[in-house]
């Protein structure tokens, strides 16, 4: 939402800044005014760290487009309010069937697992996973093939 509101207003500064050229000059550099628009949206969104991809197309749309660069300063509202439908739209149907988003006020606590029996594990103190290893290595001899064919460690 933030991504598609930044572009909107980088896109319609850089687009009224050409066309103090006059109109014949701003056809000309038209395509210069959509790439740049475009260009200094994305540098903004990554700078607020809201970055979203279709809003490029949101900032080239508003020096490209001849409908879209009518609206002006009333591109502002649209985009705000057509990105508030859209965000309200997907919080309604993900919630119908789970809890989304978890959690936007308040992290999650995350649960403690206890040990279970079935596993090895008691309510107690927990078993010394390293000393047993350890131990179990130190029996363990190892056997490779001598030059003189007998198997000796």
């Not at 850089?14 to 006059?22: P, Q, V």
Request: hydrophobic fraction near 45%.
């Amino acid at each position: 939402m933030v991504g598609h509101i930044v572009s909107a207003l980088s896109a319609v500064c850089i687009t009224k800044l050409f066309e103090l050229s006059g109109p014949e000059r701003f056809e000309s550099l038209r395509w210069l005014a959509g790439s740049l628009s475009t260009a200094v949206a994305i540098v903004i969104m990554q700078f607020t760290e809201t970055t979203h991809p279709p809003a490029g197309a949101t900032a080239l749309l508003a020096a490209v487009d001849d409908d879209v660069r009518r609206l002006s300063w009333y591109l502002l509202p649209v985009v705000l309010l057509s990105c508030s439908v859209i965000l309200v739209t997907a919080l309604l149907f993900n919630n119908i069937q789970r809890r989304f988003p978890v959690f936007w006020f308040e992290p999650a606590v995350p649960a403690v697992a206890e040990p279970s029996a079935n596993l090895g594990g008691s309510a107690g103190e927990p078993k010394p996973i390293i000393q047993s290893r350890v131990s179990r290595s130190s029996s363990l001899t190892l056997h490779h093939p001598s030059s003189d064919g007998s198997n000796q460690v």
